[in-house]
């Protein structure tokens, strides 16, 4: 008789919620930075809390600026993703594709793309100031705005994981 292993939400709460923080960064650095150009990561430098100098969008040295930063952003981004992915891989050795289709993994995923709007909106849009959601008037409407999505990210993604089953990792081999 094959014994039955299980991957269940204290097995894959970290390597999910990395992964999740790591998604929800390109998420941000994708659609606000590039898509969008709503903000990078220094383009409110200048007016910002800390007293970095102006790296102003619209000149040449100042989107140089930006670049460089959203890049190192990307990087840190993709190094949460690989984490969370060897991490996971790490705990899962025989039947993936049940996990990837697991309500556990993808709330906790969720829970850790919450994570990321929370820190980063509390950190660079409010006590650093070096960047916000949007820069027009409405500035800290979008700010907040960004906080409470990731706060209704956090809840979802508990929510979801709370609701999801262990997962059997030998299941269809027995």
Known sequence: MASTTTIDGADIRLPA??????????????????VLQWHHMLSSTG???????AYPVDTVPG??????????????T???VLTGLALLHARVTRSR??????????????????????VEGVVDHHLLGIHHVYGGPHRSAADVGFLLLG???VLLGWVVQRRAT?????????
């Open 151 to 153: 706060a209704a990210l």
């Open 47 to 53: 007016s910002d809390n800390i007293g970095i100098r």
């Open 17 to 34: 919620t990395i992964l999740g923080v790591g998604l929800g960064g390109f998420v941000d650095g994708i659609v606000l930075h590039q």
């Open 63 to 76: 989107l140089q600026m930006n670049t460089l930063w959203d890049g190192l952003f990307h990087v840190v």
């Open 78 to 80: 993709w190094l949460a």
């Open 97 to 118: 594709g049940r996990l990837w289709r697991s309500g556990m993994l993808w709330g906790w995923a969720l829970v850790g793309w919450g994570l990321f709007n929370l």
């Open 166 to 174: 262990a997962v059997d990792t030998c299941a269809g081999r027995r």
